[in-house]
């Protein structure tokens, strides 16, 4: 066994900046406006009836005090600098010298409304990107303006109102099918587009059969939204039967390439039938997450679809690169301006550091590294995999259960991975809602993570679950190795104790203590 | 698969013999077999056609430095675009804790393994909520525009009505979102979208118009202050009171630069406050900086309308200490697919912990410095810009860093006169000409604090010039 690291995380027992500093401290001064202003405009040009008359209560510290303030949050941040296997969220390398690219002035100082001429270089690199997705998934164009691959997916309900709008055909289609494990933000991004979902549950073989597809299918269908393989890392080998039911009662079909790592180069969205796709550019294309963005969920489509997308799209006429904002059938706008452009330019580069062989080959990596960690998981007692009935070699991650562990010890997946983070391991991913496996965790190694990192988080795991049965309370309990002890989570549904802010909690603590008394 | 004749650096098990090893442990004679589940007639036809490999960190940077050197920035030329992305001045410390990689590469730990991002953005939430004097923020969703059509759907889920009043005079990027969010009428749970008409002599919402239109079926008011552009709303707490006799609910939107001169909205009145983040401390990032917040009072009724992530302070279980976590996490479609409020999912959360440094920095006297700053510098350059012959500025004394500027009496369209002063190394304000506001040949002029009174004056001197 791999030696397990004595870890223990930055614990700066940090006040809430709030608490902070001191009556006129000061970390920023901007200076007073000039003598020749002051004499045209006056002193405080705001008019009477709205200017403010209190003091906003915020901190007054120094500008090195908000440095090591933060710098201490951020050092009690586990932050995937342990080992994060974070399922379906695909952990990558995010590349610095895409990153530093994207903070020169080029990117960071530039307003989306300059003329184009002066934008030709992120223009180009846009629209080279857009050609490097077409050619992975063969749609015909992309779009990079959702904020998100949820964002992505109301997109592509956004274009499909104006498709059928356009066939004037709004008020009869209005059902989405998708199946009970898609991920959440396509069912609720249909539904808040407008559109009926329903659900198809899973049969035996971890998804839906075509037969209750079929069943749902209807000329009120406007569209169906897939992923495949899903989060147990299970391939729906009937897909292409699925797009042609679909296409037989006339709906659209959107394939959410939310889990593209174990397929990149292998797959084509379009020559399996789909109309429309997205690609997560801050997972799979290498931009940083962020801790929850800025993300792109670029959104494709074929040539049919193509005028119903968001505008603007960029184009290249002639040697100069413009944007099309003319798109008369488009569905509107999604977000404002054309999406959050640095990560866009970081999943540019992420694609030329690969190259289509780097490509192939994560893809490649990521199913055989996921294989090898089932391979290992599935010699743990106290674990299973999730559909046991599916034998066949999972993709590039598998969702496994805790659930014969729990029942013999009673502690779960919420304790394991509080856990396994004093052990320096970045808590793991369990599973979107519903939970139809119990016990859920969902392991996902990627192109990143060497053998032996996959080595030393599986070891971690099994020295936990012997502590499970040896120590129950330890695991119990934790952690006892991070910035704070567990986190009671009785103030979060309770409207006298939640504070979403400094001000709240105060007013509440001031009551509590108030009624205390009394 | 062939094997690499050399390891690629962001590839542990690109190693020479690493996957190899890992199929022989395995019992798999190679990669065909690991993907047993795809059927052969799935596999692409089409071989990928990608442009050349650029495996080196040297050739990489080359190619990109060598793409983004053909933009023009507004740090080498003079800007005054703003409308929904506007130049602000951006602390370096700012950017140094955005950059730490332990906040930018991560999606989501635990609250106790994450303990040190949960404080940044509820001291986010905290340090906005002291500026819009409201208990309650959410951390911002994708945009502003994205935040205003969630606030319009939280009232319509509130109150059970299905119309919503917008000033004519709205941002037309932003209310193409908004109607995304809203429309078409032919959907299940459709909000009907009606214009304000502004008053002529002001830029402002005419209350008379609103007083017609508010009636029994309106779910909310949406109002900007300042607005799109640039006019400060004096009628605020008017507003929000016919708003409230009406049963509706008062949605603003407030640029939060401005909070420290202008009077948070949580004392005239409003119900659901909503704003871009990217003036407080992210780059304008060509339209990638934005994102909107959302805030109210702490009532559940409007707690429990919110979609995305609501950041509380927490126990923990040893006595006296603080944590961090989510509230309501059941409300959001991650709790609740399809029945969750709206929908949810990545967002702009890194923008977060910008504007938590950036208030931190700035603090209440800094805020009042800035937005002194701004709005003074703004009203002389409109001053400066409105002795130019043939110029004319709407509304001079009614904004905050925005204003119109028109050229109807120069015979010139704002395309040919913003040609000619890019050509001096200056960027003209944002073409309204095209928008249907009914404003000729005018332009959005955005000026903040970065502009000096040097800078203002070059500029009206070239606009003179450009017009001879």
């Not at chain 1, 567990?486 to 105060?506: C, H, I």
Request: net charge negative; with cysteine.
């Amino acid at each position: 066994m791999t030696r397990l690291p004595n870890f223990h995380a930055a614990k700066w027992d940090e006040p809430v900046v709030m608490e902070l500093g001191r009556p006129g401290g000061r970390g920023q001064l901007f200076p007073a406006p000039e003598a020749e202003i002051a004499e045209a405009v006056g002193d405080n040009p705001v008019p009477e009836a709205m200017r403010r008359k209190d003091r906003p209560v915020l901190p007054e510290i120094t500008e090195f005090e908000a440095q090591r303030h933060y710098l201490h949050l951020s050092q009690m941040t586990l932050g995937m600098m342990g080992v994060s296997l974070f399922g379906t969220c695909t952990m990558k390398y995010n590349s610095k010298t895409s990153e530093f690219a994207t903070w020169r002035p080029q990117i960071a100082e530039v307003h989306p409304y300059q003329h184009p001429d002066t934008l030709q270089g992120v223009l180009e690199i846009m629209h080279d990107f857009d050609g490097i997705l077409q050619s992975l998934s063969g749609m015909d164009q992309f779009v990079f303006q959702p904020g998100g691959g949820a964002d992505a997916a109301y997109t592509m309900t956004a274009v499909a109102r104006a498709y059928w709008a356009d066939r004037g055909q709004l008020g009869q289609r209005t059902e989405m099918v998708t199946s009970i494990q898609a991920h959440p933000c396509n069912p609720a991004t249909a539904a808040a587009a407008g559109f009926t979902v329903i659900n198809l549950p899973l049969e035996e073989n971890g998804y839906p059969s075509l037969e209750a597809l079929k069943a749902a299918l209807s000329e009120r269908t406007a569209l169906i939204m897939l992923n495949n393989p899903d989060d147990m890392g299970i391939y729906n080998p009937e897909i292409r039967e699925w797009v042609q039911a679909a296409k037989d009662v006339g709906a659209l079909c959107f394939y959410d390439h939310a889990n593209f790592n174990g397929v990149m180069g292998k797959l084509s969205a379009r020559e399996l039938g789909f109309d429309a796709c997205m690609f997560m550019l801050h997972k799979t294309f290498g931009a940083p997450k962020a801790g929850g963005g800025p993300a792109v969920g670029a959104f494709g489509c074929s040539a049919e679809l193509a005028p119903y997308m968001p505008a603007p799209v960029v184009a290249k006429q002639g040697d100069r690169y413009v944007l099309d904002e003319d798109r008369p059938k488009s569905c509107g706008k999604i977000r404002e301006f054309w999406g959050n452009v640095p990560q866009v330019v970081k999943a540019y580069a992420w694609a030329r550091a690969m190259g289509a062989e780097g490509i192939q080959l994560a893809s490649d990596i990521s199913v055989v590294a996921n294989n090898y960690m089932d391979h290992r998981l599935a010699k743990l007692p106290g674990i299973e995999r999730s559909n046991p009935d599916v034998t066949k070699r999972r993709m590039e991650m598998t969702r496994w259960s805790l659930a014969p562990l729990h029942e013999e010890t009673g502690i779960g997946t919420v304790e394991i991975a509080n856990r396994m983070a004093d052990y320096g391991i970045d808590p793991w991913w369990m599973s979107h809602e519903p939970w139809i496996v119990p016990q859920p965790f969902t392991p996902e190694a990627g192109e990143l993570w060497s053998k032996e990192d996959i080595d030393l988080w599986i070891d971690v795991l099994a020295k936990i679950m012997q502590e499970a049965r040896e120590n129950p309370e330890l695991v119990r309990t934790a952690p006892h190795n991070q910035p704070i002890a567990q986190v009671k989570g009785d103030a979060f549904e309770n409207p006298s104790k939640w504070a979403m802010t400094w001000r709240a909690y105060l007013r509440k603590r001031d009551q509590a203590a108030a009624q205390g008394a009394a | 698969m062939t094997g690499p004749t050399r390891a690629h650096p962001w590839m542990a098990n690109s190693a020479p013999g690493m996957l190899e090893a890992m199929l022989a442990e395995i019992g798999a004679a190679n990669l065909a077999e690991v993907l047993e589940q795809i059927p052969q007639d799935h596999f692409r036809k089409t071989p990928l056609n990608l442009p050349p490999q650029l495996a080196s960190e040297m050739e990489l940077k080359r190619d990109l430095l060598g793409k983004l050197r053909k933009n023009a920035t507004c740090e080498e030329n003079l800007s005054f675009l703003g409308a929904g992305v506007w130049q602000h001045h951006v602390p370096a410390i700012v950017d140094e804790i955005v950059g730490r990689t332990e906040f930018a590469t991560n999606v989501w730990g635990s609250y106790q393994s994450d303990h040190g991002r949960n404080q940044a953005w509820f001291e986010f939430s905290s340090q906005l909520g002291a500026l819009l004097n409201l208990d309650v923020v959410q951390l911002p969703v994708y945009s502003w525009g994205c935040a205003i059509g969630h606030a319009i759907r939280m009232a319509a889920r509130k109150t059970g009505r299905n119309k919503v009043l917008l000033a004519r005079l709205s941002d037309p990027e932003r209310l193409s979102v908004i109607r995304t969010y809203c429309q078409p009428q032919e959907m299940d749970g459709a909000i009907e979208i009606v214009l304000v008409e502004p008053d002529a002599a002001t830029g402002r919402l005419d209350l008379a118009d609103l007083r017609g239109k508010l009636g029994p079926d309106v779910a909310a008011v949406y109002f900007e202050n300042p607005a799109y552009l640039g006019t400060i709303e004096t009628e605020a707490a008017q507003i929000a009171r016919l708003t409230r006799a009406a049963g509706a609910e008062t949605i603003v939107g407030v640029d939060p630069i401005s909070l420290g001169v202008m009077t948070a909205p949580g004392d005239y009145g409003a119900d659901i406050v909503t704003g871009p983040v990217q003036p407080l401390g992210v780059h304008m990032n060509c339209g990638g900086g934005v994102g909107g917040f959302i805030a109210s009072r702490d009532e559940p009724e409007y707690v429990h309308q919110y979609n995305g992530f609501l950041v509380s302070v927490a126990e923990t279980v040893q006595p006296g200490q603080l944590g961090f976590g989510l509230a309501c996490p059941h409300q959001n479609s991650y709790g609740q697919r399809e029945h969750g409020n709206d929908w949810t999912g990545n967002s702009t959360y890194l923008w977060a912990i910008a504007g938590a440094v950036y208030m931190s920095l700035l603090g209440p006297d800094g805020f009042a410095e800035v937005g002194r700053l701004i709005i003074s510098r703004a009203r002389y350059a409109a001053k400066l810009l409105a002795e130019v012959p043939g110029v004319r500025v709407h509304w001079p004394d009614t904004t905050f860093k925005e204003f119109v500027v028109n050229f109807d009496e120069t015979g010139l369209s704002v395309a040919e006169i913003n040609d000619r002063l890019r050509a001096r190394g200056i960027f003209g304000g944002k073409d309204l000409s095209g928008e249907g506001l009914g404003l000729g040949q005018s332009a959005l002029w955005c000026v903040t604090e970065v502009h000096s009174a040097a800078d203002l004056r070059r500029a009206a001197q070239t606009l003179s010039e450009v017009l001879k």
